[in-house]
C-alpha cells in the first residue's frame, strides 16, 4: 500500500533528457519514470570478487570501531554480502526515442539471483533465467501490468555530471488497470 501512496503522489517523468538536466542543477536526485519502450533486459558478467582495495579499507574502518556502537553491532554493520556475478539493466526508450542503458541497482533483484542460485544448486544459467522470466516476462512482457522505474543518482556520478547519473533503485509493476487517486 506505500507503494501506492508513493505512485499516486508522484508524478512520473518520460523525458529521460529533463531529468538528466534537473539533477546536474541539483534540482532533482529522485525520480519516478514511466518509460516509453522497452527494449531489452540486459545481463552482463562482472568482476566475481570484491576489489581487494575497497575491502582492505573497509576492514580499516571496522578495526578502528565507533564510540557510539558496541563491538557487536560494528562487526554487524561490516558483514560482507555475496557479491554479485552479474550486472543487471534494462535498455528503455524515453518518449523522444532517446535509448538508455540503465543499470538496476536495487537489493531484490541482487536477493532474487541469489535465492535461485541456491535452489538450483548453483546453477548460474538457471538462476539468470529466473531473474530475466521476473524482471522481463512478468514485469515487461505481460500486458497485464504496467512498470514504473524509481530512479535514483548515485554520488559519485551526481558530483561529477555523468551523462547519466541515474540507476534504477526500485522497479515498480503495477496492474495496468491501475488508476492513480486524484488528490
Known amino acids: 500500500m506505500r507503494r501506492n501512496h508513493f505512485v499516486d503522489k508522484v508524478k512520473p517523468h518520460e523525458d529521460l533528457q529533463d531529468l538528466i538536466g534537473a539533477a546536474h542543477t541539483n534540482k532533482l536526485s529522485l525520480a519516478l519514470f ?4 522497452w527494449q531489452d533486459f540486459v545481463v552482463e558478467e562482472v568482476h566475481r570478487n570484491w576489489d581487494e582495495t575497497k575491502l582492505a579499507r573497509l576492514e580499516n574502518e571496522r578495526r ?3 564510540l557510539f556502537k558496541d563491538a557487536e553491532q560494528v562487526e554487524l554493520d561490516f558483514q560482507i554480502v555475496r557479491k554479485l556475478p552479474y550486472k543487471f539493466s534494462y535498455q528503455i526508450e524515453d518518449k523522444n526515442g532517446k535509448v538508455s542503458k540503465m543499470m538496476i541497482e536495487d537489493w531484490e533483484i541482487g536477493a532474487l539471483y541469489w535465492n535461485c ?8 544459467e538457471v538462476a539468470i533465467q529466473k531473474v530475466r522470466e521476473k524482471y522481463w516476462d512478468k514485469f515487461i512482457q505481460d500486458r497485464s501490468v504496467e512498470t514504473r522505474l524509481i530512479l535514483g543518482t548515485t554520488l559519485e556520478h551526481h558530483n561529477r555530471k555523468a551523462r547519466n547519473p541515474f540507476v534504477i533503485i526500485g522497479v515498480l509493476p503495477l496492474p495496468s ?3 492513480p487517486s486524484l488528490f
Do not use: H, I, S, V
Open 34 to 37: 514511466k518509460p516509453n519502450l
Open 64 to 66: 578502528q570501531g565507533d
Open 117 to 124: 542460485f541456491d535452489r538450483a544448486d548453483g546453477n548460474e
Open 177 to 179: 488497470t491501475y488508476q
